[in-house]
């Protein structure tokens, strides 16, 4: 069990900013997820948690003692990665056990521990095979079972569903989800997947160019974006973000007028609305536009309207067909409109 704090990390390489700025404070037994794109920062700050980097500047604190300058074999945690990096001339069983024996736990208390991390990922059948023989799946579980069989104080996880199929993928995040309430084990969990965040996570901490965009629950970040990164990376599809202007409180693009209301003046604005709070309606409409493109997925079907230049998705009900370009009209759900600034992405409302 561990509580894990940074504050002001910063990471360099000569002039290469890796991040910055890093204030975080992960409570004991939390789930938080570090989301963003590529290149984000995701990687180096979780290693700096592990202790395989070393922050530029700051001070990273677990449970209250600082691990500045701590080696990585003497902090207590276990990572699990993307690629399994299990041995392929160890048996399942061995691979498990390679941990407790670095440590030399006595031999019969091994045996007794590999069992029960294997049967939690639900693996104790496999423990006589090589991991060359196992799906990928199976060996992402056998890498899990490698870190949870060292109890540590907390888990370290660097994409580690990436390899799989989205099938898979899916049933292993709920089985990581189940496994991780029950440990009740602190875990700093890394992912571009926004689904797998916001599904997962207790908290996420959504990063982009080095940079925390914002901390909070998946409601929270998904109901109160603070900027317009944020509002475009959550969702599926994510926000319509619309460039336009207001003036005496009316919103208005090509295609598009809608209720500004509380703004002020005379302004450049990017209007957020999401797919789901966008209605098909012939009346009381705020856009105009032809049908650009319709996906139906069973559930529902994405409908993708052209307004001028913009292409705004819209979730219709599963039945809803039309003929490409015919006119189509949409009214927004006013309680759930976002505005923007355009040039800095931060929230007006
Ligand atoms: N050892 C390194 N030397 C120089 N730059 C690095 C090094 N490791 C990472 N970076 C840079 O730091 C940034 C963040 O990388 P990383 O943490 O791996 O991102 P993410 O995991 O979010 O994809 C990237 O621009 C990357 O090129
Ligand atoms: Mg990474």
Request: proline share 5%; with cysteine.
């Amino acid at each position: 069990m561990a509580r894990i704090e940074l504050e002001g990390v910063e990471k360099r390489w000569g002039a290469v900013v890796g991040v910055r700025d890093i204030d975080l404070d992960i409570a004991d037994q939390e789930l938080v997820v570090f989301l963003g794109p590529s290149g984000c920062g995701k990687t180096t700050t979780m290693r700096m948690i592990a202790g395989l980097e070393e922050p530029t500047e700051g001070e990273i604190r677990m449970d209250g003692e600082l691990m500045n300058g701590v080696d990585a074999r003497d902090r207590d945690v276990a990572m699990v990665f993307q690629g399994y990096a299990l041995y392929p001339n160890m048996t399942i069983f061995e691979n498990i056990r390679f941990p407790l024996r670095m440590r030399g736990v006595p031999k019969a208390e091994q045996t007794r521990l590999v069992h029960q991390a294997a049967g939690m990922v639900e693996l104790g059948e496999h423990l006589d095979r090589k991991p060359g023989v196992l799906s990928g799946g199976q060996r992402q579980r056998a890498a899990l079972a490698r870190a949870i069989v060292r109890n540590p104080s907390c888990f370290l996880m660097d994409e580690p569903l990436s390899n799989l199929d989205a099938k898979l993928r899916q049933a292993m995040r709920v089985q990581i989800k189940h496994l991780q309430r029950e440990l009740k084990t602190t875990t700093v969990y890394v992912t571009h997947d926004q689904i797998e965040a916001m599904t997962l996570a207790d908290r996420i901490v959504i990063m982009e160019r080095g940079a925390i965009q914002q901390i909070g629950t998946p409601d929270e970040i998904y109901a109160n974006p603070s900027n317009a990164f944020v509002a475009g990376f959550i969702g599926s599809p994510p926000m319509n973000l619309i460039e336009g202007r207001v003036s005496d409180g009316m919103f208005t693009a090509p295609g598009i007028a809608v209720a500004a209301n509380g703004i002020e003046g005379d302004r450049d604005l990017t209007l957020g609305v999401r797919p789901e709070d966008c209605h098909i309606g012939p009346s009381d409409t705020h856009l105009d536009g032809a049908v650009f493109a319709i996906e139906p997925t069973g559930d529902l079907t994405y409908l993708t309207i052209k307004a001028g230049e913009d292409l705004v998705e819209v979730k219709a009900d599963r039945g809803y067909r039309a003929d490409l370009d015919a006119p189509e009209h949409v009214a927004f759900n006013l309680d759930r409109l976002y505005f923007f600034d355009p040039e800095s992405g931060i929230r007006v409302r």
